[in-house]
């Protein structure tokens, strides 16, 4: 059974900082495209910031300069480290893992919520 578990989300003042972690089961997170994305209340759920299975990073033009996405591949782990947050960066944040060899797969957590008020 695959499991994506995210914490470390909650509350932080505007110009703070959180660490986010996506702890991965029942698959092995190196091998997957890895990605965090966020939904705003009212709001689509959009692209974070992603790690290919090869390392390759891309971020949203919101997070260039602030997010940083990175897995450890030995605790099968990928973390989103943001900085310098603004209010509008409130959302629950999504892990996602994806691919589309052999067999296409998605797979995504439930969620924790990051709040960045003063």
């Known amino acids: 059974q695959v499991q994506l578990v995210e914490s470390g989300g909650g509350l932080a003042q505007p110009g703070g900082s959180l660490r986010l972690s996506c702890a991965a089961s029942?698959?092995?997170?190196?091998?997957?495209?890895m990605a965090w994305y966020r939904q705003a209340p009212g709001k689509q759920r959009e692209l974070v910031a992603s790690?290919?299975?090869?390392?390759?990073?891309n971020y949203a033009d919101s997070g260039k300069g602030r997010f940083t996405i990175s897995r450890d591949i030995a605790e099968n782990t990928v973390a989103l480290q943001m900085k310098s947050l603004k209010p509008e960066d409130t959302a629950v944040y999504y892990c996602?893992?994806?691919?589309?060899?052999?067999?296409?797969?998605?797979?995504w957590g439930q969620g924790t919520q990051v709040t960045v008020s003063s």
């Open positions: 029942g698959i092995i997170a190196g091998i997957y495209d």
């Open positions: 996602n893992a994806a691919r589309s060899r052999p067999l296409p797969a998605d797979y």
């Open positions: 790690i290919t299975s090869g390392g390759a990073t």
